[in-house]
């Protein structure tokens, strides 16, 4: 009986500091781990944006400088090469402008220099890609402006000769009258190589204007030499 009293009165007593100080019980809801990883992604995610929109002037965007605007630096002559068994490419890209005056002999393009190399006892057929932005202008009207490539020293095909030359641009456009232009041009080596080692044949690029007074100028130039093994 006292046994049961006690536990009356500490049950009494609970009851009392209840009363004087209630608990209030929130109800938190129970997220799942899909809910979670939401979550936290769409946090991490918003953190990311603060970081990479620019807020101010100082961040405001540049005016354009158009499409012949300087450089920062001169640019260097970017070569990229690849080759396995059965083919090889080269291309060689070239951002700098430069104006060909020469009207009398071919001048090599700035990166216009290439090459490719025959496996032992096997022959080769080479198909060369030049693209270009050009400008040809001056001297009149009804006048053009030259390309070629050569391969191993020779006029790759098609040969575009006199009175036919082959016109890369005209001049009818005037001056800044800036254009993409591109052509290609193939040559077979008919020989197998010899050379244990290999065999390396010189692939260039030239300009000439077909008349004085001419000026062109390019800009952003690919040159491109792709050989197939046969």
């Known amino acids: 009986m006292l046994a049961t009293l006690g536990a009356s009165r500490e049950a009494s007593r609970r009851h ?16 799942d781990k899909g809910d ?9 995610a918003a953190g990311l944006l603060a970081t990479l929109i620019p807020v101010g002037p100082a961040f405001a965007m ?6 012949q605007a300087a450089p920062a630096a001169a640019s ?7 080759k396995n068994p059965f ?44 693209g270009a932005e050009s400008d040809c202008y001056g001297s009149g ?15 790759a095909n098609p040969v575009g000769s006199e009175p036919d030359s082959f016109a890369f641009d005209s001049n009818n456009g005037g001056q800044f009258d800036w254009q993409a232009h591109s052509f290609a041009r193939a040559r077979p080596v008919l020989f197998g190589c010899s050379a244990r080692s290999g065999c390396t044949y010189p692939v260039s690029l030239q300009y000439k204007v077909h008349a004085s007074g001419l000026s062109l100028w390019i800009d952003e130039q690919t040159l491109e030499v792709d050989v197939t093994y046969v």
């Open 36 to 44: 979670r990883l939401l979550r936290r992604t769409l946090f991490v």
């Open 76 to 82: 260097a002559c970017d070569v990229f090469r690849v």
């Open 16 to 31: 009392q500091a209840e009363v004087l100080n209630p608990r209030h019980e929130v109800n938190v809801p129970c997220l």
């Open 87 to 130: 083919r090889q490419v080269t291309v060689r890209n070239y951002s700098s402008s430069r104006i060909y005056t020469n009207s009398s002999l071919w001048a090599l393009a700035s990166c216009g220099q290439s090459s490719f190399t025959v496996p032992y006892g096997r022959r080769a057929y080479a198909v060369v890609r030049v």
């Open 141 to 155: 009207t009804n006048q053009w402006c030259q390309a070629r490539v050569l391969v191993n020293h020779v006029e």
């Open 62 to 67: 540049r005016a354009d400088p158009g499409p």
